[in-house]
């Protein structure tokens, strides 16, 4: 059988067996000719050619770079003289065991635009077939090769031609070669599924690309800000289906020469970002829609899952049309597809046209799937789509503007998700969720700008981060707000329609906007955008902004400095003539309007004091930085302090609610940092017996949860547990523990906070109702009938956590059967995470064991998740250090290059230190892998210095807080 492939023929194995043989014996004869001729020693790069006559290559070991250990290389942007048109792929994976591998061609149309005698591609992984490799004039003549070099550091493929390219010509290369279906989550990859009806196992291919693997699946110029136009060809089995990036034109079309593959051929692409092109070979199947925008809209799945997608089909599409309306810029694309992965190591990819998930973000199952799993998957899904137009339509030229890519999705996802479902009420959780959660490592020494220079692929990875995503989100809402909304969004609308299909640079956006907020009035003709944002983006960290009131005339002195915390007075003094910001200033007063959030006051650059007039009579308070718009802290005088925590004990509802949740956050923390007392500070708590709401309760628990975990091993944890059992008892009485009709979606995600403190509080009907409830799960005849499941879906974490907890290997061997047993992605994953909740010493040991070893029945994508939940448990914590030791080179194996994962690892492995002894062994932990620590180097390093910020922490604070925490209970006694 001869199959024709790219501009060559394929045979059958018994052809080519033939072949094979005739080959070795005139190689053979070749050899002894060699030898008694003499022929001279020629010099030149391997080829493999063995492969040309196999339809089915076997799997071989890829070329792997030489373990030297050498200085990390800056230079590894290519050359600029070639700019790709189109890319002609043609793939075909072979999803067979002991196979995995890919027959590839890759046929690329370049333009030159000035003199070269060199093609520079990026390859990795790949078996290139160097005497398949041909250049030449489009339309014209062959271009003459002279060698091929392979640079394995900067992953380079290099043509070297005897012959010049001239600039203003069209060339083009044609490659063969063979890529490899590994399970490593990264490239062209392979994930497996159990098939229920059958129990075999099914493997799909499936594509992450982001940040730089496209390389592994094809040959390219792998950069972000070269984008080119791609026509793909998928080749598969005929039982099984493929999607990429754009439809299908030409579905299972014989491949000549066999009747057990076919090719589907897809239309030709936009142009775009190696990145964003994507495939997936699969059995999978789909639900479809399409609404008045004429997009046709599936949602894929394993089959046995396809009654688990109804909710993302639902709110897809909706959210896909308000971003046409948001941005006032049409869809691009005529067909959006996602779909979930069983094996996938990010949360999603927002691969233009075909959005790949992994299962918790994408799918749910009503009755089975919590409250908290649809938010999360609206929030994912909302985040994924707005990248269709920021960071597909208009991408960032490099690596270094990052963070507009995921910063902007980061806020605009929250504006998505209300438009089409405002009862989750997601704009209030933006602060809690995003602006106070990245506080916590910005306010670090070892944090880092938010746009940062890459110049080494490891740093790219080493960038996708909480300050990214979360302070890129913050900042990007405070310009929405000090622009106003009306003028942001027509700049916006401006950027990608001027820059549509191109890459541009933060400073781009900031240039439509200025010209935007000039036209419109709305921003000073003296300021630009640009002046303001690179306070926020070209240096690290944040301010706090103090308030002292001049009670007499109605006046304020305001002052900026950095917040940090756990760093020494000569440290902040030397940051306070270092660092400053452009910062919008907003005030109100209790009783007042909390709805104007644009400023307007500045706070400039180098100013450090300012007089501001207009404060409200002595004896009212003044609240700063209205609905938290702006990314910073405030501060006030004691007295102004003093008046906020009693018109919260008299009137809380006279303060917005976001601004009540700022209070809280704001006053732990600047005590936490040793600019506000704690007595000060824990009064404005004191007022939460009457709270409801909440985010303000969200943020005061992630206040004190620090107190929490700083006390936990010591003397004073009791004294302490029982002053938050009155401070829970309330809200937790008041809600109880189980649902009711009237449960607001807040209501059911305070529920779950108050439900939590109080059992790891100790509090006895709470812990009772846990193990009653996980014990008639446990006599059910049919546990694994998920729907009659008796705990409550909403309250699933934190009941089987406390079960387990307080049992023995007989709830945590049942809780595993269910784990096994379950087609529900959301329900498997909370019963991993509450197996981590054990206290039996010798079933963590095994569970961390499990969590590395193949065929466990962990995956390879959650077993960051399992270590992590151990590290997480107070008797686990230093099992799970001591299993990261013990087995370094495996975890740096399998999670060392991931973007995300290593470093949440890491961060979770080695967060909570506060004693000297454990400080000194984390920097022993630094010191003897620093070479190896990858995209975790940050992440131990703000680890290292939470720790010393922790133990000054406790050398300052735990003895007269646990002098206060007495004083307390006797009170409440």
């Known amino acids: 059988m001869v199959e024709k492939y790219g501009d060559r023929y394929l045979v059958t194995k018994k052809l080519a067996l033939t072949l094979v043989v005739f080959a070795l014996t005139a190689c053979a004869a070749v050899g002894i000719l060699v030898y008694y001729v003499g022929v001279a020693d020629v010099t030149e790069t391997a080829s493999d050619s063995g492969h040309d006559s196999d339809p089915e290559p076997s799997a071989e070991p890829e070329p792997e770079p030489t373990t030297t250990v050498r200085a990390k290389l800056t230079d590894v942007r290519l050359p600029t003289h070639l700019v790709p048109l189109k890319y002609k792929l043609e793939l075909v994976p072979f999803i067979i065991p002991d196979n995995f591998t890919i027959r590839g061609y890759a046929e690329i149309e370049m333009n030159c635009t000035e003199a070269a005698f060199n093609i520079t591609l990026h390859a990795a992984d790949l078996s290139i077939e160097n005497d398949t490799v041909a250049v030449m004039e489009k339309g014209g003549n062959d271009v003459d090769i002279f060698n091929y070099d392979y640079d394995l550091d900067r992953e380079f493929f290099i043509i070297n031609l005897n012959s010049g390219l001239e600039a203003g010509k069209t060339y083009v290369i044609k490659i063969h070669y063979t890529a490899f279906l590994k399970d490593n989550l990264k490239g062209f990859y392979r994930s497996v599924y159990k098939d229920r009806t059958t129990g075999d196992d099914e493997y799909i291919a499936v594509t992450q690309f982001q940040a730089t693997d496209a390389r592994r699946a094809f040959p390219c110029f792998d950069e972000p800000g070269i984008k080119a136009k791609y026509e793909v060809s998928l080749g598969r089995r005929a039982e099984m289906s493929s999607i990429s990036n754009m439809p299908i034109v030409s579905e299972g079309v014989p491949m000549e020469g066999t009747t057990d593959y076919v090719w589907d051929h897809y239309q030709e692409s936009v142009k775009m970002s190696t990145y964003l092109v994507a495939f997936v070979v699969s059995k999978f199947k789909y639900e479809e829609t399409t609404r008045e925008n004429n997009v046709r809209f599936r949602i894929w799945s394993e089959p046995n899952s396809l009654d688990q997608t109804a909710y993302a089909r639902d709110i897809g599409p909706k959210i896909l049309e308000f971003f046409e309306s948001y941005f006032n810029v049409k869809f ?5 597809d996602m779909i979930a992965i069983p094996d996938f190591g990010a949360g999603a990819m927002e691969n233009w046209g075909l959005i790949t998930y992994r299962e918790t973000a994408l799918l ?43 910063g902007f999705a980061s806020y605009v996802e929250y504006l998505g998700v209300e438009a089409i479902q405002p009862e989750l009420k997601l704009l209030e959780q933006f602060v809690t969720h995003d602006l106070q959660d990245v506080f916590r490592i910005d306010a670090l020494e070892s944090s880092h700008p938010i746009s940062i220079p890459v110049k080494h692929p490891a740093e790219i990875s080493e960038i996708f981060d909480r300050i990214s995503y979360g302070k890129g989100a913050s900042i990007i809402r405070m310009m929405d707000k000090f622009l106003t909304t009306d003028t942001f969004r027509q700049g916006l609308t401006n950027y990608l329609t001027d820059l549509q299909f191109d890459s541009a640079e933060q400073d781009d956006l900031w240039r439509h906007l200025t010209v935007q907020g000039h036209k419109d009035g709305t921003l000073a003709k003296e300021m630009d955008v640009k002046t303001v944002m690179d306070t926020w983006t070209l240096q690290m960290g944040f301010p706090v902004v103090t308030v002292r009131r001049n009670y007499q005339d109605k006046t304020a002195t305001v002052t900026q400095q950095r917040f940090l915390v ?8 030397e940051d306070d003539e270092k660092y400053s910001w452009w910062i919008p200033l907003t005030f109100t007063s209790p009783g007042e309007s909390f709805a104007n959030t644009y400023n307007e006051l500045w706070m400039g650059e180098g100013e450090q ?15 700063f930085n209205v609905q938290q718009t702006g990314y910073y802290r405030v501060n006030y005088d004691k007295d102004n302090w003093d ?67 700083m006390m936990k091993r010591t003397p004073a944890y009791g004294d302490f547990k029982k002053y938050m059992l009155k401070i829970i008892d309330p809200i937790y009485t008041k809600l109880g523990f189980n649902a009711r009709p009237e449960d607001t979606h807040l209501d059911i995600m305070l529920r779950k906070k108050a439900v939590s403190w109080a059992c790891s509080m100790g509090n006895k009907d709470c812990l009772d109702k846990a193990r009653e409830n996980f014990g008639y799960w446990m006599g059910m005849v ?38 096994e047993n379950s087609h529900v992605a959301s329900e498997k994953s909370t019963i991993l995470s509450a197996l981590g909740c054990t206290k039996e010493v010798w079933l963590l040991n095994r569970y961390l064991n499990m969590s590395m ?14 270590i992590g939940g151990v590290a997480r448990n107070t008797v686990g914590r230093y099992l799970a250090f001591d299993f990261i030791r013990e087995e370094w080179d495996t975890v740096k194996e399998i999670y060392g290059k991931s973007s995300f994962t290593m470093a949440n690892l ?26 190896e620590l990858g995209t975790s180097t940050r992440a131990v390093q703000q680890a290292i210095e939470a720790g010393e910020a922790n133990l000054m922490w406790m050398k300052k604070n735990y003895e007269s807080i646990w002098r206060w925490l007495k004083i307390q209970n006797t009170k409440l006694y």
């Open 332 to 336: 691009p694309l005529p067909k959006q």
């Open 364 to 406: 749910f199952k009503e009755g089975v799937s919590a409250a908290s799993n649809k938010q999360r998957i609206a929030i994912v899904v909302s985040h994924e789509l707005a990248h269709q137009w920021f960071g597909n339509l208009v991408t960032p030229s490099w690596w270094t503007d990052l963070w507009l890519n995921e």
């Open 566 to 573: 756990g760093t020494s007075e000569e440290k902040k003094k």
């Open 609 to 623: 004091t300012k007089e501001i007039s207009g404060m409200p009579d002595g004896g009212k308070a003044v609240v």
């Open 643 to 709: 008046l906020l925590a009693q018109q919260l004990m008299k009137d809380h509802t006279t303060i917005h609610v976001i601004n009540r949740a700022q209070i809280m956050d704001d006053a732990l923390n600047l005590a936490k940092s040793d600019l506000l007392d704690y007595e000060t500070a824990l009064s404005v708590t004191g007022y939460l017996s009457s709270e409801v709401e909440y985010i303000p309760w969200a943020s005061a628990l992630t206040g004190l949860s620090y107190i929490n975990k």
């Open 782 to 819: 049919e546990p694994d009938v998920e729907e009659a499941n008796p705990v409550d879906v909403n309250l699933k974490y934190e009941t089987y956590c406390n079960a387990i907890s307080d049992g023995s290997n007989e709830e945590w061997d049942f809780a595993w059967q269910r784990y």
């Open 853 to 866: 070893t193949p065929g466990s029945g962990v995956r390879r994508q959650d077993g960051s998740t399992v």
């Open 906 to 931: 890491m961060g979770n492995i080695m967060s909570n230190r506060n004693t000297e002894f454990e400080i000194r062994n984390l920097r022993e932990f630094e010191k003897e892998h620093a070479s």
